[in-house]
């Protein structure tokens, strides 16, 4: 069974995240990006939506550097209750 992100740069809230920014600077990759590559390297499906040509160049262009072990794990260390975007009642307790 495929997992799939259900909003995979947060809306575009992610361009505003300092450890992404931080991170994607050591490989020349935006924050987006990095929160992509993330994804894949859990085998988690994202698709992002834009409307714009260059952000569709931006989202696919992640197959040409890894995170490591420690970015990894800071980026999950990122997860908060509140910052949260998509709740459903019938969602599982997450936290
Ligand atoms: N969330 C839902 O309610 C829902 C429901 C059913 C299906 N889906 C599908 O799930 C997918 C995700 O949609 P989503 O809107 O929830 O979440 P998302 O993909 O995380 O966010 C989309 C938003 O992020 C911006 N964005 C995309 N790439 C970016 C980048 N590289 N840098 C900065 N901003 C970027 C887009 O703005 P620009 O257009 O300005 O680039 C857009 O406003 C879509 O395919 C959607 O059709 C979502």
């Known amino acids: ?10 809306k575009g809230r992610v361009k505003n995240a300092e450890a992404l920014n931080r991170i994607g ?3 020349g990759k935006s924050a987006a990006q990095v929160c992509l590559r993330w994804l894949i390297q859990q085998n988690v499906v994202a698709i992002p939506r834009t409307s714009k040509v260059e952000r569709l160049s ?3 262009d992640i197959f040409d550097f890894s ?5 990894m794990d ?15 009642g019938f969602a599982p307790k997450w936290d």
Do not use: C, K
């Open 1 to 10: 069974m495929a997992l799939v992100a259900y909003s995979p740069v947060a």
């Open 25 to 27: 600077e050591r490989y």
């Open 58 to 60: 931006e989202n696919i």
């Open 67 to 71: 995170l490591t072990d420690a970015e």
């Open 74 to 88: 800071e980026v999950f260390a990122m997860g908060t209750r509140q910052g949260r975007i998509v709740d459903f």
